[in-house]
């Protein structure tokens, strides 16, 4: 059965930094486009980032240039770096696993089987 396991979120101050991680089961990590949502009470979960087996990466455009999504297949692990967090990135952060045999890079969350249980992230003003 893949499995996702989150870790890292926590709260901080607006400007602050907080890295997520998520690790998957290796067998499924190889052919892999993998994601993080968020969603922030009252509002429907969004996708913030996305990277394939290629590198290719997505942003959504209130964290483009301010989080870093990366991948260390070795540790078969994906990071999201958040960097001058802000109050509006509070939310409940979610890891998610794609198939993607060809290296298709998704961004809707109904393509996305696989899903962590979420990391909360607080930041305070």
């Known amino acids: 059965q893949v499995q996702l396991v989150e870790s890292g979120g926590g709260s901080v101050q607006a400007g602050g930094s907080l890295r997520l991680s998520c690790s998957i089961s290796?067998?499924?990590?190889?052919?892999?486009?993998m994601a993080w949502f968020r969603q922030a009470p009252g509002k429907e979960r969004e996708a913030v980032a996305s990277?394939?087996?290629?590198?290719?990466?997505y942003y959504t455009n209130s964290v483009r240039g301010r989080f870093t999504i990366s991948h260390d297949n070795a540790k078969d692990t994906v990071y999201l770096q958040m960097n001058s967090l802000k109050p509006e990135d509070t939310a409940m952060y979610y890891c998610?696993?794609?198939?993607?045999?060809?290296?298709?890079?998704?961004?809707?969350?109904?393509?996305?089987?696989?899903w962590g249980q979420g990391t909360q992230v607080t930041v305070s003003s």
């Open positions: 290796r067998s499924y990590y190889s052919s892999t486009c």
């Open positions: 990277i394939n087996s290629d590198d290719s990466t």
């Open positions: 998610a696993a794609a198939l993607s045999p060809y290296g298709a890079l998704f961004v809707d969350q109904k393509d996305f089987t696989y």
